[in-house]
């Protein structure tokens, strides 16, 4: 389990380095340090903060401070894909309810919850910025579009989940 | 006569981004050939002011203003000036950056190699929100551009100004718009607001003089620099400026996003743009511009929209991007939503923001699911006025919050009495359909 080993790589060193190149002092870069460790791990573990606090000359704590702030850094293990539920004001006009409804029923998933086989973790996020297409959700990167139950359907059609 | 829309001229109906070649074929660089070199840093200013160009962010806050505080020359001391663009776009309801970064990327860097010149920043930063992933990576493909053809650098263009710019890709939490979260946020802080004074033109970015502006406001700067401030004036319909992005989402024929004059009607941009409401809906209220502005009425529906207009009649033109209450959705829920998202989005550095709020919210949940009282009616109203009271807290986002809120509670007061004395929301489903 990769996440849990409480050194850094080589490159994961390396891409945190080329960072520091740009700041005034090593911890500013606290942040896309802890972006960096998680796109490597998927995660951001203990073992993980601590070993980047130190390479950044930052305590643990201070550094957990940030981390936690973030709702983009994980300190939980995710899923293989996270999605990204947006249930702002104009996605809620157009139902997200029912999208997290439906996401509950297809992947027996809630809020904050990630599938038994591992594949899907389920949060909310801030208004997407797509208000003219709500209600809108995330798969990774991938931004989805006018979503209803057909679209919901189709998208995780090869996923059982646990229901 | 077809209407000059400066801003939106690259954005193609499949909104497929421009690139390099398409951005200079139609004309752009031409203003930073004009400005880099040519203009000096206070002539460039002195236009800025003139054009009485607002910030586009939300506050309205005159561009050429901000600017005009940062120490310039010897008197800025040694080290970087910033400039930083806010492309952390996640006012609920608004959907207007996303257009402009995704379908014309270089507008943006040219008018950000402009605002740094006119300051004489020497690092510029994209602070961009990590879902915005397809921009992000248009944004680092166009600045990497730039660097190979000497727009950005050493010695743009021969003139000895120099400019290095970065893309940095955030991690969440809406609070980072607000500047000087954002520069915390930047400098690899927890993202809490800053006490003003120091302003950030004086001691922003690492201590250094630094100016934040919005996506919007800088896709303007260049276009202004090159054809003037009259010219820029002269777009806009009533005492504003320029032309606005203007966006409408909700239950509407056809939701979306256009630039048109600043001070276009109200009711031209809900009726002619957006179609009109859906079959079998209503328009009750709106939000002018964003989740932190305060409810609109029909009768509002022929007001100009610019800064000072909605302003007047109570509210602010905030984003420009509006959002549509209609005789379907439940009021008490709208405002429920919107307090549960600024609750959740709360930093938790100052007291009534970070208690306040989820108080204000629990309320509006009690009401909403059919538990509440009619003294409920009166904690909401000390909560609008405690809460809202700009000084109270420490940055703008919890009287923000109060603003739905408030004016909800005076034009929609009947629908917050019938939850309560009915036991139950009288538009079932908690309000969405």
């Given amino acids: ?163 | 006569m077809s209407l000059d829309l400066p801003l939106t001229r690259n954005v193609r109906p499949d909104r497929s981004p421009t690139d390099f070649a398409a951005y200079e074929a139609n004309g752009g660089y031409r203003g930073l050939r004009a400005v880099v070199g040519r203009l000096a840093p206070a002539e460039c200013l002195q236009v800025i002011k003139d054009s009485n160009l607002r910030g586009r962010g939300g506050a309205g806050f005159p561009t050429g203003m901000k600017w005009s505080f940062v120490p310039m020359g010897d008197a800025a001391g040694p080290g970087h000036k910033y400039l930083i663009c806010n492309a952390d776009e996640m006012e609920p309801g608004t959907f207007k950056d996303r257009l402009l970064l995704e379908c014309d990327p270089h507008q943006l860097i040219e008018g950000m190699i402009c605002a740094a010149y006119t300051i004489q920043a020497d690092v510029a930063y994209i602070f961009i929100r990590a879902e915005y992933h397809k921009a992000t990576q248009l944004l680092r493909a166009a600045v990497a551009s730039c660097y190979e053809k000497g727009y950005l650098g050493k010695n743009i263009l021969g003139s000895g100004y120099c400019l290095d710019m970065q893309v940095h890709s955030s991690a969440g939490r809406y609070i980072c718009g607000e500047e000087t979260a954002l520069i915390s946020s930047l400098e690899g802080k927890r993202a809490n607001p800053r006490a003003k004074p120091p302003f950030p033109q004086v001691s922003g970015l690492w201590g250094r003089p630094t100016i934040v502006n919005n996506v919007e406001t800088l896709c303007n700067i260049h276009h202004i620099l090159e054809r003037g401030a009259d010219w820029f004036k002269a777009l806009g319909l009533t005492e504003d400026a320029g032309t606005k992005l203007y966006g409408v989402s909700g239950r509407v024929k056809n939701p979306g996003c256009w630039e048109l004059p600043i001070g276009t009607p109200v009711r031209q941009i809900i009726e002619e743009c957006a179609g009109g409401m859906e079959d079998g809906y209503t328009l009750r209220g709106f939000l002018p511009g964003g989740g932190s502005t305060d409810f609109l009425t029909p009768e509002h529906l022929d007001l100009a929209m610019d800064y000072g207009t909605i302003g007047k009649a109570g509210s602010r033109m905030g984003t420009g991007t509006m959002i549509i209450l209609d005789d379907k959705t439940c009021p008490v829920g709208f405002v429920k939503n919107l307090m549960e998202f600024f609750a959740r989005e709360s930093c938790g550095f100052c007291t009534p923001c970070r208690d306040g709020l989820p108080w204000s919210a629990q309320v509006l949940d009690d009401i909403e699911a059919g538990r509440g009282r009619p003294e409920d009616m009166d904690t909401l109203a000390r909560q609008v006025e405690f809460i809202g009271a700009i000084g109270n807290t420490h940055c703008a986002l919890a009287p923000g919050a109060m603003e739905p809120l408030q004016s909800a509670m005076k034009y929609f007061r009947e629908d917050f009495e019938r939850h309560i004395s009915g036991g139950a929301c009288p538009f079932c489903n908690g309000g969405a359909h």
């Fill in chain 1, 1 to 163: 389990m990769s996440e849990l080993i409480p050194v850094l790589s080589e490159e994961e060193i390396t891409e945190i380095d080329a960072e520091i190149a740009h700041v005034p002092y090593r911890s500013a870069v606290a942040i896309d340090a802890l972006k960096i460790v998680q796109a490597h791990r998927g995660w951001v573990s203990d073992e993980s903060l601590q070993a980047i606090a130190r390479h950044l000359h930052m305590s643990a704590d201070e550094l957990d401070g940030i981390a936690t702030f973030y709702n983009l850094v994980f300190r939980r293990p995710v899923g293989e894909r996270v999605i990204l539920l947006c249930n702002s004001i104009s996605c809620w006009i157009k139902g997200c309810e029912n999208l997290q409804r439906q996401i509950g029923e297809q992947l027996g998933i809630g809020l904050g919850e990630t599938t038994a086989d591992n594949r899907y973790t389920l949060l909310p996020v801030t208004c997407l910025g797509a208000c003219d297409k709500a209600p809108v959700l995330m798969v990774g990167d991938e931004l989805h579009e006018d979503v209803d139950a057909a679209a919901l359907r189709e998208l995780f059609a090869n996923s059982g989940g646990d229901a």
